[in-house]
C-alpha cells in the first residue's frame, strides 16, 4: 500500500470533530479538536519553516481561519502541496484517530529497534538522537540521513545501495509528511520487518498493510502542557517532559516480547 492509498483509506474512516486550536511551532505543529465531547490534540514535525519568510506567498492559504474548518477538511491538508500544510493535516489526523490503548505498550523506539535487530543489519531512514546508544545494541546500524549528523550518517541518496542490507527497517515518519516513504519501502527485501518511527507517526493499524511491523509514537496526555511548551519553541525531549507518552503498537505482540 503506497502513501496515497494509505491516506484515502485512513482519512474516510476517521471521525469528524471541531478544531479548537491550530498551532504551529519551530519544530512541532499541534491539532486540537474536540471529538464526541473529548479532547485530543496531535502532533506532527513542522515542515517548511523558512521559504516563505520573505516572500508574500502565504505558506498557509486560510490562515487565521483554519478552525472554522471541519475537523476531516482540516486533515485532507495532508495532501496540500505546501509543506506546511501537510505538517497541519497531519497533526489533525493524528488528533482524529481514534485511541488504541488495547495496543499501545510503553516502549521508546530505541528499545524496539534494540530487540528486532539484535545480531542483525539495522538501517535506519533518519538520524535520531539515540543512535549512539542503539549502535552497540544490534548487529550493525546503518543511518540514512538528509543532513548528516555525525561522521557515520550516511547520504539520503545512498538508500538504493544501503536499504537492501536491511534485516530491519527504521522509517521517519518525516517520510510521509515529504512523500519519500513510498520510494524508499519499495528498496527493501521482501519480507523485511519495518518499523516507523517518530511523533508525527499515525498510530493506526492501517499502516502495518502498509508494510510496517510496529508502529512507535506519541500520544498527548497533557494537552494544554504541552501546547503551551510547543508555542514557546520546545523541542520534543522537551514536550516529553510536559506530557507526551511515547508508544509503540503491533498486531503481533510477540515482536515486543522482552524475553524473545
Known amino acids: 500500500m503506497n502513501r496515497e492509498t494509505l491516506l484515502a483509506r485512513l482519512l474516510p474512516d476517521l471521525p469528524d470533530g471541531r478544531i479548537l486550536e491550530v498551532h ?17 490534540c496531535g502532533l ?16 498557509i492559504s486560510r490562515a487565521d481561519h483554519l478552525t472554522e474548518l471541519p475537523a476531516r477538511q482540516l486533515a485532507e491538508h495532508v495532501y496540500s ?47 535520531f538522537p539515540y543512535v549512539p546508544e542503539l549502535r552497540p545494541r544490534v548487529g550493525c546500524l546503518l543511518v540514512l540521513e538528509l543532513n548528516p549528523k555525525d561522521e557515520q550518517d550516511l547520504p539520503a541518496e545512498a538508500a538504493p545501495q544501503v536499504i537492501p542490507q536491511a534485516d530491519v527497517l527504521a522509517v521517519t515518519a518525516m517520510t510521509l ?20 518511527v517518530g511523533p508525527s507517526t499515525p498510530l493506526s493499524p492501517l499502516l502495518f498493510e502498509a508494510g510496517a ?29 510536559m506530557g507526551v507518552r511515547l508508544v509503540s503498537m503491533t498486531a503481533d505482540a510477540t515482536l515486543l516480547d522482552e524475553s524473545r
Request: proline share 6%; aromatic share 4%; net charge neutral.
Open 177 to 196: 509528511l515529504n512523500r519519500t516513504f513510498d520510494e524508499l519501502i519499495a528498496l527493501r527485501r521482501p519480507g523485511t520487518p519495518m518499523v516507523i
Open 44 to 59: 506532527s514535525a513542522t515542515m517548511d519553516k523558512e521559504s516563505h519568510r520573505f516572500t508574500n506567498e502565504p505558506a
Open 213 to 241: 511491523v510496529v508502529l512507535s509514537g506519541a500520544v498527548v496526555e497533557n494537552p494544554a502542557a504541552v501546547l503551551r511548551g510547543l508555542k514557546e519553541g520546545a523541542t520534543f525531549h522537551q514536550l516529553r517532559q
Open 24 to 40: 504551529i511551532g519551530m519544530h512541532w505543529t499541534a491539532v486540537l479538536a474536540e471529538v464526541d465531547g473529548v479532547i485530543r
Open 81 to 127: 502541496p505546501h509543506a506546511a500544510e501537510i505538517s497541519i493535516g497531519m497533526a489533525a489526523i493524528n488528533a482524529l484517530l481514534p485511541p488504541r490503548p488495547d495496543l499501545w505498550v510503553d516502549l521508546h523506539s530505541k528499545e524496539v529497534l534494540a530487540r528486532l535487530g539484535a545480531g542483525k543489519t539495522v538501517v535506519m531512514v533518519g538520524h
